[in-house]
């Protein structure tokens, strides 16, 4: 037995739509997240180039008057036709690859010691020096809210045996 097909889709009452010769912009991550790991990899300032390239694009065509950012429909007229929303990954992460692509501290979360979700959440890849660390770190935190805990809990326990 296979599992039903998806129904049709309705294209009147659709949102957008996105194909691979998609001419809207959605504020996406991938193309910055890929030229900060090339940077990463390579070294070489073309990638950082055209990341600067694409981040004045975004400035001039996508910034809002009242300071964020929205899609644009039909990219290849100009000016591109802005739309009326702006995506929660453009603050949470592509801004985030275009901050590390022009970040010029290599240990800024590095990548032998991180890796990204999907999100673009760093996380310790297990057992690096950095995840060793932090759970180190959040182990003697729970120790010290354990034993503060405690202590509290010793302490009305001993009011409540003193006002019987």
Same mark, same amino acid.
């Given at each position: 037995?296979?599992?039903?097909?998806?129904?049709?889709?309705?294209?009147?009452?659709?949102?957008?739509?996105?194909?691979?010769?998609?001419?809207?912009?959605?504020?996406?991550?991938?193309?910055?997240?890929?030229?900060?790991?090339?940077?990463?990899?390579?070294?070489?300032?073309?990638?950082? *180039?055209?990341?600067?390239?694409?981040?004045?694009?975004?400035?001039?065509?996508?910034?809002?008057?009242?300071?964020?950012?929205?899609?644009?429909?039909?990219?290849?007229?100009?000016?591109?036709?802005?739309?009326?929303?702006?995506?929660?990954?453009?603050?949470?992460?592509?801004?985030?690859?275009?901050?590390?692509?022009?970040?010029?501290?290599?240990?800024?979360?590095?990548?032998?010691?991180?890796?990204?979700?999907?999100?673009?959440?760093?996380?310790?890849?297990?057992?690096?020096?950095?995840?060793?660390?932090?759970?180190?770190?959040?182990?003697? *935190?729970?120790?010290?809210?354990?034993?503060?805990?405690?202590?509290?809990?010793?302490?009305?326990?001993?009011?409540?045996?003193?006002?019987?």
């Amino acid at each position: 037995p296979h599992p039903p097909p998806p129904p049709p889709l309705d294209y009147d009452n659709l949102l957008y739509t996105m194909s691979p010769m998609s001419n809207n912009d959605y504020l996406r991550p991938e193309v910055v997240e890929s030229l900060f790991y090339l940077f990463r990899a390579t070294g070489d300032p073309i990638y950082r *180039e055209w990341g600067w390239s694409m981040f004045r694009a975004f400035e001039m065509f996508c910034k809002v008057p009242t300071g964020g950012y929205t899609v644009l429909n039909r990219v290849e007229e100009v000016p591109p036709h802005p739309a009326d929303k702006m995506e929660s990954f453009w603050l949470a992460e592509t801004l985030k690859y275009f901050y590390l692509l022009f970040s010029d501290d290599p240990d800024e979360i590095p990548l032998d010691q991180y890796v990204f979700n999907t999100e673009a959440h760093p996380l310790p890849i297990w057992g690096s020096a950095h995840d060793v660390a932090v759970r180190a770190k959040l182990s003697r *935190e729970v120790q010290q809210r354990m034993q503060a805990l405690d202590e509290l809990l010793r302490r009305r326990g001993s009011r409540r045996r003193g006002a019987a």
